[in-house]
Nanobody, 118 residues
């Protein structure tokens, strides 16, 4: 089992920046995929950024403003968020997945709130 703990959320004005961190309880080097999702009230959880060895994917709404990165040595995944907009408000969740002979293993953090005011 892997626990993921997010930090770095908070309140910021439109145009500001935040850096989210996600620390894993175990080595993430064997995680095939790492990502960030967000959820707002009344909406489904949506992909924000996802990275694998094959490449990185961003939601169209955050391209050019957000950047995901990983540091295997620190067992951490980061989301640098620049030029934030009010529509970026939501709870941000860290996500990790790996594969074994048993199938796919998915892990979620508890989420961290990001609030962007106009």
């Amino acid at each position: 089992q892997v626990q993921l703990v997010e930090s770095g959320g908070g309140s910021v004005q439109s145009g500001g920046s935040l850096r989210l961190s996600c620390e894993a309880s175990r080595n993430i080097a064997n995680m095939e995929g790492l990502g960030w999702y967000r959820q707002t009230p009344g909406k489904q959880r949506e992909l924000v950024a996802f990275t694998t060895t094959a490449g990185t994917t961003y939601a169209d709404s955050v391209k050019g403003r957000f950047a995901i990165s990983r540091d295997n040595a620190k067992r951490a995944v980061y989301l640098q968020m620049n030029r934030l907009k009010p529509e970026d408000t939501g709870v941000y969740y860290c996500y990790a997945e790996r594969y074994s002979f048993e199938g796919q293993h998915q892990y979620w953090g508890q989420g961290t709130q990001v609030t962007v005011s106009p």
